[in-house]
């Protein structure tokens, strides 16, 4: 290792933990994201959480939103509720999701949240999507038409077995 190798994997990670050059603290919205799923981990801790109380936070989530992002999570809250009415309303992460036994089993990301160019309707472990040894978890969502809504409810209605 050269002299001026040497130095530089001596050099003391700074105050935040990262290596020498590199950003380590998190965006505004990463932050932000963050807070919001404390304040809903406290919220849940709490006695008497009912499926009222979830439908409420969604909504209200889905109001904050942008008008092209808001009308995107407004038809993906209904075919939720259409297609796959077991699962529980909650937000994660300040986002709209939808769980099953505590767990959250899809979300609705809408673009604004990270600067995204696009929304995205995500799938987590809990969903029944497995399709031999690799399949799709997030589908990017840019318009809600027909066939759009149409995929949508299958993805549901198979998430839940």
């Known amino acids: 290792m050269s002299p001026a190798a040497k130095k530089v994997a ?3 990670p700074s105050k935040t933990g990262a290596a020498p050059g590199k950003k380590a603290a998190f965006s505004v919205e990463e932050k932000a994201a963050m807070k919001a799923y ?3 981990q406290k919220a849940q801790a709490r006695a008497d959480r009912s499926r009222e109380d979830g439908e ?5 989530a889905i109001a904050k939103m942008a008008e092209a992002d808001r009308a995107l999570a407004s038809r993906v809250h209904a075919l939720v509720k259409a297609h796959a009415s077991t699962l ?3 937000t994660w992460y300040g986002m ?3 769980a099953l036994d505590d767990k959250v089993v899809c979300f609705f990301k809408d673009a604004q949240k990270f600067k995204d160019r696009y929304a995205t309707l995500g799938f987590n472990d809990k969903a029944k999507l497995d399709d031999g ?3 799709p978890t997030t ?5 809600m038409n027909a066939e759009v809504e149409k995929r949508i409810a299958t993805l549901l ?3 839940l077995g």
């Open 10 to 12: 001596q050099k003391a």
């Open 38 to 40: 404390a304040q809903e």
């Open 56 to 60: 409420r936070e969604v909504l209200a």
């Open 88 to 90: 529980v309303p909650k």
């Open 96 to 98: 709209p999701a939808y």
């Open 133 to 135: 040894a690799m399949w």
């Open 139 to 143: 589908f990017a969502l840019k318009a």
């Open 157 to 159: 209605k198979k998430a």
